[in-house]
């Protein structure tokens, strides 16, 4: 294989971004998931309510992170798009 084909593009390399930043979002769900479930049972069961609203915290910043990853990857995709559309 020639150090030509071995080379990526800029579209190819964006496109690899997105694919990353996907399973990032993969993860930041499974994050909010696990956290929910350690709030109900600080807050429900252990009746441990400081702990509790320190978990609500963080889910908040998970949730946040969640829903601007969301806003990247779409954008990023569209420009993707954009470019790849006035490529051809």
Not at 18 to 25: A, F, N, V
Not at 58 to 63: E, G, H, R, Y
Not at 68 to 82: F, K, P, V
């Amino acid at each position: 294989m020639t150090d030509e084909a071995a080379e990526k593009t800029p579209l190819e390399k964006s496109r690899d971004i997105i694919s990353q930043l996907k399973e990032m979002r993969h993860y930041s769900e499974s994050n909010i998931e696990k956290l929910t479930e350690f709030w109900l049972l600080l807050d429900e069961e252990l009746k441990q309510k400081a702990f509790a609203k320190s978990i609500e915290s963080l889910m908040s910043q998970q949730n946040a992170f969640h829903d601007a990853i969301d806003t990247l990857i779409t954008d990023y995709e569209m420009e993707c798009n954009r470019i790849e559309n006035e490529g051809s």
